[in-house]
């Protein structure tokens, strides 16, 4: 595979393996476990449920990723952002998330929702600096127990 900048990159097929062994990495470091037959099989088949979804590399290792979910012809979910626990702080996240934004935006969503975990502390500040502000619970999810949202 050949170099790739620090930016989002649409996923691709061929990213599937370095995708499942970066969730492999990630997921522990948020004391979260990849459960790819159970509730993560939709890694398995990123394009069918996800309406766009990115990747992030360091040259050849894939760090970072975020995903955008249509819940409605105007509303839509932000999804699957993960960044390697030593890329924290350094504004990788924030770019992965306003990525995710201005698609929306070009898209003509007008609302942007996304479930979290209370103990997600970083990742809550993150959104919140963005401008997400807590909201009803809006989906089932077991797992999360913070739910936010943004006006585009």
Request: net charge neutral; with cysteine.
């Amino acid at each position: 595979m050949e170099p790739r900048p620090f930016g989002p990159i649409a996923y691709q097929t061929a990213y599937q393996p370095l995708l499942l062994s970066f969730l492999e990495t990630c997921l522990p470091e948020s004391h979260r476990s990849l459960d790819i037959t159970g509730r993560h099989r939709y890694y398995l088949h990123v394009e069918a449920h996800f309406k766009a979804f990115w990747c992030m590399f360091d040259e050849t290792r894939m760090i970072g990723t975020v995903a955008v979910s249509e819940l409605s012809h105007d509303t839509c979910e932000l999804k699957s952002l993960y960044l390697l626990e030593c890329y924290h702080g350094m504004g990788y996240g924030k770019k992965l998330i306003l990525h995710a934004m201005t698609y929306a935006k070009a898209h003509g969503y007008q609302k942007m929702y996304l479930d979290s975990l209370s103990t997600s502390e970083k990742a809550l500040a993150l959104y919140r600096k963005l401008g997400f502000h807590d909201t009803a619970r809006y989906n089932t999810n077991p797992c999360s127990d913070v739910f936010m949202v943004k006006e585009l």
